[in-house]
């Protein structure tokens, strides 16, 4: 009898284990959702160009992150926005999404309604309210020196592109960056048009994505204290403060700046 009932509570216990997960199988279960890393989309902002984000791409990229750093175009906010929320669209799987300077104000508006976007990370950049512009939000504050800076080119249509002046480059943008490279950094700055400046921002992402902010603690494009006032709005994660950065600071401080998109990642 007893021979018998050992048979029995073994063919139980068989029966169990053919329909129920075996523990390996079900911690792979539990570890799909945090099994791929976010991609890191970083978007550079006017007067720069992508390869702004060099240093940061390779600090993200030894810590096993896979990076896109976008070409903004630089043409329009709504159509910059667009063109960014394309290249979001091709891309499966989480993402953290960075922007530097007016890259900040794309983000903000390409992001919304991305279910895929699971935070955002303002590197001395605008975190735009609906309906404030980049003009605007550079002027809220004292401190801004970039308009004397700057030269223009007629488009022809009545807008025009935007550019610093090579000799005032790296003073009003890169103050704290090698000579060396603000001069290559100058020479190869991408304009940006007059209008994308003055184009009002829809609404943001960051009310219902998760932000994180680097200010840059002498930046002469973007006030200090207009970065800290954003990220407070936006209920920021987490400040990161760099007192001796310029607007640059991706340049200058890529490892401060990649360390912050990594803690956005987790």
């Known amino acids: ?53 060099n240093g940061v791409v390779e600090r993200l990229q030894r810590k096993g992150f896979k990076v896109v750093a976008v070409a903004n175009p630089l043409r329009s906010l709504s159509g910059d926005a667009d063109y960014l929320r394309k290249v979001l669209a091709t891309i499966d799987g989480p993402i953290v999404l960075a922007g530097h300077s007016y890259g900040g104000m794309v983000g903000s508006n390409a992001a919304l309604g991305n279910p895929n976007v699971k935070a955002l990370v303002y590197v001395a950049a605008f975190a735009p309210e609906a309906g404030e512009t980049t003009l605007g939000l550079s002027t809220k504050f004292p401190g801004s ?31 704290d960056v090698s000579k060396g490279d603000a001069a290559l950094a100058a020479a190869t700055q991408r304009p940006v048009r007059d209008y994308a400046l003055n184009e009002a921002s829809g609404e943001p ?57 990594a803690r956005a990642a987790r």
């Open 145 to 175: 020196t970039l308009g004397d800076t700057l030269e223009a080119i007629d488009l022809g249509d009545g807008t025009k592109d935007l550019v610093i002046k090579q000799d005032l480059y790296r003073k009003q943008f890169a103050a």
């Open 1 to 53: 009898m007893r021979v018998r009932k050992v048979i029995a509570v073994l063919g139980t216990m068989l029966a169990l284990a053919a329909a129920v997960p075996s523990g390996a199988g079900a911690a792979d279960e539990a570890a799909k959702p945090g099994a791929k890393k976010p991609t890191i989309v970083l978007v550079h902002g006017a007067f720069a160009d992508a390869s702004s984000w």
């Open 205 to 261: 992402a960051w009310h219902t994505i998760p932000s994180y902010f680097v200010v840059a603690g002498k930046d002469k494009n973007i006030p200090p204290a207009a970065q800290k006032w954003m990220a407070e709005r936006a209920n920021a994660r987490a400040v990161v403060e760099l007192p001796d950065a310029s607007h640059s600071v991706a340049v200058s401080e890529p490892g401060a700046v990649s360390e912050l998109i």
